[in-house]
């Protein structure tokens, strides 16, 4: 089988194990405080022109997501985030364990949030008549760029949730595992810079985007960063060999490699939408992305996944399907050359 | 001014003062184990006819609610409710302040939920053919009764709730804060027994029912009333001097004073909602208790409101306005009389 | 039975049980935004002269701790506590509940902890060499005063307490479930406006001290202030009828009431613990309050406790036992008499 | 410098690396689901003799032990710990930041508790004639095995424990972070079937016995392992790439090189300890493992920590200081050779 199912498959890209082979028997100190950590902090520091910013690694996302969450909050205050948001549906309501409501916006199929969407409650919650206190105060804004769906905010979308944070007192925070797929697409004018200037937080992600594992969280507002190594030992998330995660992120910030390799995972996931829209097929949600939704007739499915294993995403009617195609820095052009292919011949247009 | 904006605006019924005077200075036992706690436990367990179920008495409705909700969840498991669930909206997320995410369900006007949409939120859950442990698992269904705005479950209802909640292994636990003007609607085929029957916990609640205060939890599960006793202390629940409450549910159910003078409130929404219809007013959401709906023209509501205070519910449209009239065992009927002729007067119809 | 095992077997003092009877029909707003708790505010702002200070009713001791305790507090800081503190041993770790680590000190018989234990503990985790991020950051300093074995601290104790908190960033605060006790004492100088201008935050209790329940929170450091009214929503703490807490503060600190009551109780006290010495037992721990804590021989002991009720404190050796003798704002004084009386003549000192 | 300071200043055993570096672009599924997580777990249930056990693999130690310990408690319950133990002091609270309070019991230098002294903890809570709900009610014992001071627990010492656990209707569990140091010590009768007998859950520490990261949980009570991938999943412990963490134990577990490794790092310790007792240096405390704990007059330390570097554990007296000297799995015998004959140089017996 070949799998499209998602962007972790397989392990790390080559570079990587060979920096992790390379200092295996080099001796330092641990919880992240040795020099490669050191190092690719600079170098992410610079990459985000924020010299300033606090730079952690942690382990995963959902670990991630919540102990900044979890740090930006106090007790009664909750974070917006779009019903389809990661933290609000596939994180096992670990911002809610963290003690925290979730309050979730629709979306759409895009899963984006508008900053209106944002006003309307703060307006609602601080200016609606009622005493506030009987209700969740939002606090922070939750958004993934790009979004679990593959879609990307523009600039200005990101400024118009800038200023609506600042005028209510919210945080906003960026979730960017799949970040590299979003700075490497064709169809966005968002850059690291950007994002260090707009938000409060935000992740990078390694463990979909060449690493084998780890995220990088930036914290440009001190507020977060003050006593943030606390929230992650306290959390689970303070790996002993810290070096693991800085010489990843070490090897992916060093010559451009993180956007390089992502940015041909996009190119192949457009290669793959072409034929898609060639074949017919009706686009799910549109994605600049290295993740592709596309509705299938349930045969057409049944025959692909013979050979291909997709992500089962909604079931659009009696007889057609939603999947998502993903690629990753790892996905082999030849096999994406098979799937065309395959796809081309089962509908008859070789 | 004259308020039917909510039904806690007095204190108790005489007949609970009257003995907080009389035992004012008889010495007993703190912390609900004096006799006056353990009688009115008795006179509840024969009222629901659970002779084994474990009663307790607790200050207050949000208190209630998430200590038995804390206590019947472990940390990975939600609480299913309706949008519009006091839980939901009007706790300032304390359920998720002890860690449990709401698992929200659409709702209308009614406030009440179906068995069919919890055994499809169930099966998607548990059947759905993904991992589970990425969602929450849902455990305990939370439902309120009379809703938050007034309507009641049917027993068929309720038969159909416990049936699906045996199935998934859910409990069952009504929010009986308004209890007593359900009991006593004209238009409920519903008892204390049948929900004895039925839930796994369920409340009894005082506060809005003649009491100072108090609300009585209701186990009639086991496994929720094993070791309440230090959930109810943990979470500031137990009163020191718990006779208080013991004497008030006391009074509350000898010779039924609760339905009794609840079922008169209940006669007194009745005239003020027939008078809004016969006014041509519409039912923002047809209620059999105590709490009426309807929707005005802001110019009648603006001339009502310089003599009576109301609770503003929706804006519906530009010029009309859906508010909530509520009477309670303490209301007035002469102030009913003159809000009727006021109403009648206003609206050209003597 | 006689009891003088604690001080809250009775309701409240007939002042406050008139005020409740005299008001009962009133209708007023809910939620503690009424006129009762408006004036309640008002004086005891005046007694601690503290005209900004937030000023804010609860039902109970555990419940206004933890509230303070959490609100104070970020994930990974904890509370310093005496070992015997109230919070430490007996609230079920509530405080744990919401996530907190106390520290416990050791604190002898008397239940109070010195400046200097403080500040080692603070040099040790800020400035010890070690990262401070692997254990639980000292944030607040919980005290009772008196302390749950009847101790005082002098006012040179308090601000002691106060400078070391000041310089390591620290809260402090002071748990005052038996207040009256304490500032009535013959042996005390430390005022309201002492604590008010030392502590971030107290609690003037009323359950122990002539109320039917209810804490007053003072909060002179706007920090801990600022959306506390969210918390106590929350935590459960917030009555619906507010006004029955306003009603019987307002009570307590009209006319110098709350001292007065209670002033009388620590007279009886003393009596009692006259008699103790005279009749050659030795003092468990000094007390200047209305807790004495007396060792008793087994037999004495039995023999009294075939007319009295003490509370048992601890097994000093295989024959003796130490008590605790309470008295109360509701103690009579032909009790005490009673008490007395038998004690002399038992020991053959008549 | 020569790091002796801990045991997790490498990476991995080179076999590790290889089995990482050969299986880098296999394609498998996530989140543990895996067959090289899946074999893994073959060979840890073999080597416990526990066909059933639930077996896990987590990313750290703080993670796991908060995971377990969370998953086994209700709100109100506590978990019973040596004062030394890593949960309460080594863990900034996070055993509290889920809810429940560390019961800390004194255990010397060893980090040992006793059987007799849970007994007693117990005894107080449910037999001591109190209400028991106003203190936390003891449900799990928490021991480490090795203890953080290098001891072990006998065979017999540990059935004790089990025995009062039973009794009691406590959970045991042993935190085995340096778990193959214990198992390959010279001066044990305790092996991987007796912990699974024995215990209801516990650990197989990866971190510093060999892997890059990771530990092994060990359910044999299917009670705590029913829903743990959800718990897991919820705490931030479910590594996408799963395999990852299979990969290594499964390395590990193939042909005893857990124990081989680690055995030849006890032996290297002994071999300093040797050296340090020749050289007239008292013993801290005794430990059969890979730390071990020696007092040096502070100018020999001096010395000594120009070229090694070792971990500061007390200050004795104004010119004596403990230290940990730490070898693992890394250790060179040259590096070993080097301090002994730099000791013994020093102190003057070549």
Same mark, same amino acid.
């Given at each position: 089988?070949? !799998?499209?199912?998602?962007?972790?498959?397989?392990?790390?890209?080559?570079? $990587?194990?060979?920096?992790? &082979?390379?200092?295996?028997?080099?001796? /330092?100190?641990?919880?992240?405080?040795?020099?490669?950590? =050191?190092?690719?902090?600079?170098?992410?520091?610079?990459?985000?022109?924020?010299?300033?910013?606090?730079?952690?690694?942690?382990? =995963? =996302?959902?670990?991630?997501?919540?102990?900044?969450?979890?740090?930006?909050?106090?007790?009664?205050?909750?974070?917006?985030?779009?019903?389809?948001?990661? $933290?609000?549906?596939?994180?096992?309501?670990?911002?809610?364990?963290?003690?925290?409501?979730?309050? +979730?916006?629709?979306?759409?199929?895009?899963?984006?949030? /508008? @900053?209106?969407?944002?006003?309307?409650?703060?307006?609602?919650?601080?200016?609606?008549?009622?005493?506030?206190?009987?209700?969740?105060?939002?606090?922070?804004? !939750?958004?993934?760029?790009?979004?679990?769906?593959? +879609?990307?905010?523009?600039?200005?979308?990101?400024?118009?949730?800038?200023?609506?944070?600042?005028?209510?007192?919210?945080?906003?925070?960026?979730?960017?595992?799949?970040?590299?797929?979003?700075?490497?697409?064709?169809?966005?004018?968002?850059?690291?810079?950007?994002?260090?200037?707009?938000?409060?937080?935000?992740?990078?992600?390694?463990?979909? &985007?060449?690493?084998?594992?780890?995220?990088?969280?930036?914290?440009?507002?001190?507020?977060?960063? +003050?006593?943030?190594?606390?929230?992650?030992?306290?959390?689970?998330?303070?790996?002993?060999?810290?070096?693991?995660?800085?010489?990843?992120?070490? @090897?992916?910030?060093?010559?451009?490699?993180?956007?390089?390799?992502?940015?041909?995972?996009?190119?192949? @996931?457009?290669? $793959?939408?072409?034929?898609?829209?060639?074949?017919?097929?009706?686009? !799910?949600?549109?994605?600049?992305?290295?993740?592709?939704?596309? *509705?299938?007739?349930?045969?057409?499915?049944?025959?692909?996944?013979?050979? !291909? *294993?997709?992500?089962?995403?909604?079931?659009?009617?009696?007889?057609?399907?939603?999947?998502?195609?993903?690629?990753?820095?790892?996905?082999?052009?030849?096999?994406?050359?098979?799937? $065309?292919?395959?796809?081309?011949?089962? *509908?008859?247009?070789?």
């Amino acid at each position: 089988m070949i !799998y499209f199912n998602c962007d972790y498959t397989e392990g790390a890209h080559p570079r $990587i194990l060979e920096q992790l &082979c390379a200092t295996n028997l080099t001796q /330092s100190v641990g919880y992240g405080e040795d020099e490669f950590c =050191g190092k690719a902090r600079e170098l992410i520091r610079e990459a985000c022109r924020t010299p300033e910013a606090g730079v952690h690694f942690l382990v =995963g =996302g959902t670990q991630a997501n919540f102990t900044v969450i979890r740090t930006a909050l106090r007790p009664h205050q909750g974070v917006i985030s779009p019903e389809t948001g990661h $933290i609000n549906v596939h994180e096992t309501g670990a911002v809610e364990a963290t003690g925290h409501k979730v309050l +979730a916006l629709p979306c759409g199929r895009t899963g984006k949030i /508008s @900053a209106s969407q944002v006003e309307s409650l703060c307006q609602e919650h601080f200016r609606g008549g009622m005493p506030p206190e009987h209700t969740v105060q939002p606090k922070l804004v !939750y958004i993934s760029h790009p979004t679990e769906n593959g +879609a990307l905010y523009t600039l200005a979308e990101l400024e118009a949730l800038y200023r609506v944070c600042r005028e209510y007192g919210l945080y906003l925070f960026a979730d960017g595992a799949r970040m590299a797929y979003g700075l490497s697409s064709r169809d966005t004018d968002v850059s690291l810079p950007d994002l260090a200037h707009l938000c409060d937080a935000f992740t990078i992600g390694g463990t979909k &985007c060449g690493a084998l594992f780890g995220e990088a969280v930036v914290l440009p507002n001190p507020e977060l960063n +003050a006593d943030f190594r606390y929230a992650i030992k306290q959390n689970g998330g303070m790996l002993a060999k810290g070096r693991l995660l800085g010489l990843q992120f070490l @090897a992916l910030f060093t010559g451009g490699l993180y956007t390089e390799i992502c940015g041909k995972a996009d190119e192949q @996931a457009y290669r $793959i939408a072409d034929a898609c829209r060639e074949a017919g097929l009706p686009e !799910y949600v549109p994605s600049p992305t290295n993740q592709q939704f596309f *509705v299938f007739p349930d045969e057409l499915l049944r025959q692909l996944e013979e050979t !291909y *294993v997709f992500s089962f995403w909604e079931k659009v009617d009696e007889t057609h399907t939603a999947v998502r195609i993903c690629t990753s820095w790892a996905t082999k052009e030849e096999n994406v050359d098979a799937l $065309i292919a395959d796809l081309r011949k089962l *509908v008859g247009k070789p």
